[in-house]
């Protein structure tokens, strides 16, 4: 693509232009920064893109996007906000691939990860061949690839949607995370429809505030090509959004949830040990996910579903047919006589639910192993540290990613939130150990924060962690007792 192309969508507010110049890829990391790659120079939390502008150039990017003029001999475009620039110019770059792919969205703090899984199920009963970008993994033309981040920088995204498309996907489920929004990472993008599922105690490390934070799950249904939106009126902030919405005419737009208002809601609703069967839309549905919040994720699922005009049958088959989703309440059997789950909850709002539903199996004790990871949001800490408490028989509270912090003052501020009523065992493989050693016939066992995971983040380092593995060894021992 020629620079000129750039230069007339990017609108530069000055131009540095030594040759006519083609572009052959674009860059934002200078390890991708090869012969005639377009390279911004982002800024960001730690490190300013400027900065490495010579060894994007020395490695051959033909031309830099800047915002601010640099003294290097090579092209440069110069402009407001780099990231903003590099949505539009990875958008135009490979050709807009959301004007053909189906992209069904979900936003919110929980449940997004369950909801694109069904909504990824539905998609292909319903034959639209889907691919998948969210927190697990990525699925293109049925290769699965591990994710490296939910919501991926806008060049990485745009160009993930153009090979789904060139390997015969025509659809996508993806998860829409604030960070993709407020960023930038996912301006240009066209929603076929996008789902809020809820809000809660989140992020709020990066955002700053919760306001700010709604404020970024908002923007992605009243900024650019406004989406058929599918939004929880079981949520107060979801009952916000609605409001917001039909204020400004939007159009389409079904809720759903736990509501008598909702458009969406269980008609009939049956929980039991294997999943759940319910009426909602008119659809007779049966899901293999247990728990009265997992319900909530297929009511968002056949909402969206619904905006995509998808048949009744190719619903209802998509949401039977999903086995689990990895580190998503997942059971752990060994034959054992009590229940272990593993989750991924690490919110307030998930940890509360999947201790509600664990104690609505359990025949007898409700038992919790969690913890809170290092430099992220501190104001969540004593709010789980009480939770558990509270919803628990006992509670063993446990290092979870610590990063750069240490274990001890993150532990301390989670015990501040319940007192002596958390067992303390730092050594996470230890406090598994524990909890499975002392559990009992009818009990459960919540196994909570790294899910699907398979790595213990330290400040210098990170091991090699499956809380799934070290559930299944801590049984082989149990049994072997």
């Known amino acids: 693509m020629n620079l000129e192309r750039v230069i007339a969508a990017l609108a530069p507010t000055d131009v540095v232009l030594r040759a006519p110049v083609e572009i052959s890829d674009l860059a934002y990391d200078t390890r991708a920064a090869g012969p005639g790659a377009l390279f911004f120079c982002v800024p960001g939390e730690r490190y300013d893109g400027h900065a490495f502008a010579r060894d994007a150039v020395d490695r051959g990017a033909a031309a830099l996007v800047v915002e601010r003029v640099l003294e290097l001999d090579v092209s440069q475009l110069v402009v407001p906000d780099a990231r903003r620039a590099m949505s539009q110019a990875a958008v135009l770059f490979f050709e807009d691939p959301t004007r053909e792919l189906e992209v069904a969205g979900v936003t919110g703090t929980n449940g997004k990860t369950t909801t694109t899984f069904l909504l990824h ?16 993994e990525s699925r293109i033309g049925g290769e699965r690839r591990p ?23 025509r659809s996508c489920a993806l998860e829409a995370t604030s960070h993709g929004s407020e960023l930038g990472r996912l301006d240009g993008v066209r929603f076929a429809a996008l789902a809020f599922t809820n809000l809660g105690q989140e992020h709020l490390d990066f955002h700053g505030t919760f306001e700010r934070y709604f404020e970024a799950k908002r923007r992605l249904f009243v900024e ?7 939004v929880n009126v079981g949520d107060a902030h979801g009952r ?3 409001e917001d919405l039909r204020g400004l005419g939007h159009e389409p737009l079904l809720t759903f949830g736990f509501a008598d208002e909702a458009d969406i809601r269980p008609e009939q609703l049956e929980l039991d040990g294997g999943g759940a069967r319910l009426r909602a839309g008119g659809i007779e549905l049966r899901t293999k996910l247990r728990g009265r919040f997992n319900v909530e994720n297929v009511l968002a699922a056949v909402a969206v579903a619904r905006l995509l005009g998808l048949a009744t049958e190719a619903i209802a088959a998509g949401v039977e047919a999903l086995e ?13 006589p009590f229940a272990v789950i593993v989750d991924y909850s690490h919110k307030p709002d998930a940890l509360e639910n999947v201790l509600r539903t664990a104690r609505e199996l359990a025949g007898n004790r409700v038992i919790c192993v969690f913890g809170c990871g290092g430099d992220r949001d501190r104001g969540k800490r004593p709010m789980m540290g009480r939770i558990a408490a509270e919803r628990s028989d006992v509670a063993i509270v446990t290092s979870d990613n610590p990063r750069s912090e240490d274990p001890g003052a ?20 230890a406090a598994i150990e524990r909890a499975i050693g002392i559990a009992r016939e009818g009990d459960v066992v919540v196994i ?33 007792a």
């Open 121 to 136: 199920s539905i998609l292909a009963s319903a034959g639209r061949r889907p691919g998948l970008l969210g927190t697990i």
């Open 147 to 169: 994710a490296i981040r939910t919501t991926p920088e806008a060049i990485d995204l745009q160009r993930v949607f153009r090979q789904m498309l060139d390997s015969g996907d």
């Open 224 to 230: 650019g090509d406004r989406p058929p939106a599918a």
């Open 240 to 242: 916000r959004l609605v």
């Open 324 to 336: 689990g989703v990895p580190g998503r309440f997942e059971a752990i059997d060994a034959g054992q």
């Open 410 to 429: 993150i532990i301390a501020e989670v015990v501040a939130g319940a007192g002596a009523k958390l067992e303390v065992e730092p050594d996470r493989a």
């Open 448 to 480: 909570a924060g790294k899910g699907h995971e398979q790595g213990q983040e330290f400040a210098d380092r990170t091991i090699p962690f499956d809380d799934r593995e070290v559930a299944r060894q801590a049984l082989h021992v149990v049994a072997r």
